[in-house]
């Protein structure tokens, strides 16, 4: 049983930084591409950041240069550091692990930033 348990959202004011983590079980983590997404209110949801098992990333243009993707083969863990939050980062970011046609999403975990 695939599971990908999202931590680390709250709330937080504008400039303000927040570390997302998503612990991930029942998959071969190291061989899996893995990716944040985010989906705010009425919106389709949107990749923010991935990384492949060789750890090459890709961001979206609206979040580089202040958010990292980073992840730790040995605790199955891949992390997302948003600094210099703004409030159009306000949504629901989901963990995603990818490996051929075998997607898999967590529950996800809510991000607000006040202005």
């Known amino acids: 049983q695939v599971q990908l348990v999202e931590s680390g959202g709250g709330l937080v004011q504008a400039g303000g930084s927040l570390r997302l983590t998503c612990a991930a079980s029942g998959i071969i983590f190291s061989i899996n591409t893995m990716g944040w997404y985010r989906q705010a209110p009425g919106k389709q949801r949107e990749l923010v950041a991935r990384?492949?098992?060789?750890?090459?990333?890709n961001y979206a243009d609206s979040v580089k240069g202040r958010f990292t993707i980073s992840r730790d083969n040995a605790k199955s863990t891949v992390y997302l550091q948003m600094d210099s939050l703004k409030p159009e980062d306000t949504a629901v970011y989901y963990c995603?692990?990818?490996?051929?046609?075998?997607?898999?999403w967590g529950q996800g975990t809510q991000v607000t930033v006040s202005s």
């Open positions: 995603r692990s990818e490996r051929y046609s075998y997607i898999y």
């Open positions: 990384i492949t098992s060789s750890g090459s990333t």
